[in-house]
């Protein structure tokens, strides 16, 4: 029997796991890296694993249920949705994420998708390659000084989009009932309702994590209330945006545009997938990338170091550097 600590790795896009091994081998451990396209997959393994690291399977209550010895579950990224977090809490397991390795390319990846979207730089592309050269192509473009950003949390990322849009002469209002509103003001940004957001802003701008409250956050009755002509790009959590109702306010003729970086199937977490499932890839004032707002070279070995350092850590008796659960697990001690 091997006395080392098992390490799982529920799944990986990344070719190879060979900085996550050299981390963890290095900390005493014993990598298993699977490519579990079902909870299910996991089972097996999870038994006697000492740490779980997760990009897209989910580690939900029936695997942890089957843990015997498990002390860490670390997600490859800030969401923590993926993982039953109070499971994990209720069998003493803590849970970490990585934090603030990519801040700077999803707000990159937000701007980008809405100068391309506010300038029709999609239309007028499909224009020219078919030989049509007519700045009419791309009607109606507005001059975006002087017209209003809405953001939706306003975290980190979401400040870092102002700062961004700020340079384009915009007014930012956003929504966020957890920011202290003396921090808004220090901001210069404007802290609003979910209600107000919606009917002031040109531009909508989604950075919301996924949890129960931000599911389908953006539905029929929100699209009905936005301005005429808007613009919603999501570089959050594919869910939060109930893609049935935007459908009907694009085609309707309500909102102008979209970006997505992910569409609410969120794709890579499932085990079969095609597009044909939903009607938003037909429509030609979408653009959607596949949940690739955090990529950067330099942003992927952060977040592939960063959560395996976390396990290293906590497998050698120190301190992770990003503990989701350590409060409610200090309750229960």
Not at 23 to 48: C, P, S
Not at 263 to 287: H, M, S, Y
Request: aromatic share 6%; with cysteine; proline share 5%.
């Amino acid at each position: 029997m091997n006395s080392k600590p098992k390490v799982v790795i529920t799944d990986y896009d990344f070719g190879d796991v060979d900085i996550e091994r050299g981390i963890l081998e290095a900390a005493g451990a014993n990598v298993v890296a699977l490519q579990a396209k079902q909870e299910a997959d996991l089972f097996e393994e999870a038994r006697d694993c000492a740490a779980i690291m997760n990009q897209y399977a989910r580690v939900g209550a029936e695997t942890i249920a089957r843990m015997e010895r498990c002390k860490v579950i670390a997600r490859y990224g800030v969401g923590v949705d993926i993982v039953d977090v109070d499971a994990a809490t209720d069998r003493g397991i803590l849970v970490t994420n990585v934090r603030d390795y990519c801040t700077e390319e999803v707000a990159d990846h937000a701007i980008a998708l809405w100068m391309a979207l506010a300038r029709s730089l999609p239309a007028y592309d499909r224009a020219t390659h078919a030989g049509v050269w007519r700045w009419q192509s791309g009607a109606p473009v507005r001059r975006l000084r002087g017209r209003t950003m809405g953001i939706v949390s306003f975290g980190k990322i979401g400040q870092a989009i102002a700062r961004r849009a700020r340079a384009f002469g915009t007014e930012i209002i956003a929504y966020d009932p957890f920011l202290p509103a003396d921090v808004a003001r220090e901001l210069g940004v404007e802290l609003v309702t979910k209600d107000a957001l919606l009917a002031r802003s040109d531009y909508i701008l989604m950075q919301a994590p996924m949890t129960k409250e931000t599911h389908h956050f953006l539905s029929d009755a929100e699209f009905a209330v936005m301005k005429p002509g808007a613009i919603l790009v999501n570089t959050g959590r594919g869910p939060t945006v109930d893609n049935k109702a935007l459908y009907r306010a694009l085609t309707e003729g309500h909102l102008a545009a979209a970006g997505l970086d992910d569409p609410e199937e969120e794709p890579a977490k499932r085990a079969t997938w095609d597009p044909a499932d939903n009607p938003i890839f037909t429509l030609p004032n979408v653009l959607i990338t596949p949940h690739a707002a955090y990529y950067s070279e330099e942003s992927i070995r952060a977040a592939r170091e960063g959560a395996a350092t976390q396990v290293a850590k906590v497998l050698t008796g120190q301190t992770p550097d990003f503990p989701v659960n350590a409060d409610a697990l200090a309750v229960q001690s």
